[in-house]
């Protein structure tokens, strides 16, 4: 299922917030889609996060925004990148 995403990140104090907007412009729903976020350099999945909402469905053309707010630090000096996994 291919699912449109975008995402912003910024500080907040000791916490990184990254705003992640996720789209279905299939024809199918998508089941639970689940987000992680990821060290860029390492690829390991960040721990704890707290998402505002996860594993969550989206009509056909239906948009969703969600936020995750982790440690700065879990970052360790580099970069986040999300991953998306969806059903159908």
Do not use: C
Not at 53 to 79: C, H, M, T, W
Request: charged share 20%; aromatic share 6%; proline share 3%.
């Amino acid at each position: 299922m291919d699912l449109g995403i975008s995402a912003t990140s910024g500080h907040n104090g000791d916490d990184e917030v990254t705003r992640v907007t996720v789209e279905n412009p299939g024809k199918a729903l998508a089941f639970f889609v689940h987000l992680k976020v990821n060290q860029r350099k390492s690829g390991e999945e960040i721990l704890p996060v707290i998402w505002q909402d996860n594993y969550f469905s989206l009509l056909p053309g239906e948009k969703r925004e969600v936020s995750a707010i982790y440690a700065a630090a879990a970052l360790q000096g580099g970069e986040s990148v999300l991953s998306l996994t969806a059903g159908t």
